[in-house]
């Protein structure tokens, strides 16, 4: 039997052990894994726009609630506005990802009735991944027929070199 210092040190250790294996089994969920169950569609207002193919929308999901949420458009790739962790992102490609906003801006803008569709949980926390549509168009669409996006490519080809 262990006295005094080497049982706090034996429980200490052991604390410390089960937090890990917690924390690694709760991490190891991905978000591919997650269920694939589709939300929608959600009448809804645009709250803003973060970029080209990322809007923040209020959706009406019940009388009287609604939830407003960061959606990341399905199946398109816009250029990005700014450089993050992963990738310094060119000017040449920030000039591109501020007239993909730009559009995407106007498109959303005075139209009456913005419906949010086939969402489901995206690979990053606190951001879905949908479709917004208005009068049966599609925004994801409409970037793709304007230039201002493209199907994403794998592994990643820069929008311009610069």
């Avoid at 139209?111 to 917004?132: E, F, H, K, Q």
């Amino acid at each position: 039997m262990k006295h005094g210092k080497e049982w706090l040190i034996d429980l200490g250790l052991t604390l410390i052990i089960a937090l890990l294996v917690g924390f690694a089994l709760v991490t190891s969920v991905r978000a591919d894994t997650w269920p694939t169950k589709r939300f929608g569609p959600y009448q809804s207002e645009l709250v803003r726009v973060a970029d080209g193919d990322t809007v923040w929308m209020k959706m009406h999901t019940y009388p009287d609630e609604t939830k407003t949420t960061k959606i990341r458009l399905r199946e398109i790739s816009a250029p990005e506005t700014r450089s993050n962790s992963k990738r310094k992102v060119p000017e040449c490609e920030k000039a591109l990802g501020r007239a993909a906003t730009a559009f995407t801006e106007q498109w959303l803008a005075g139209r009456p009735r913005l419906i949010v569709s086939d969402l489901w949980y995206g690979s990053y926390p606190r951001r879905m991944v949908g479709r917004i549509s208005a009068g049966g168009e599609y925004l994801g669409k409409a970037l793709l027929a304007s230039g201002h996006a493209r199907v994403p490519i794998k592994p990643f080809v820069p929008w311009c070199s610069g």
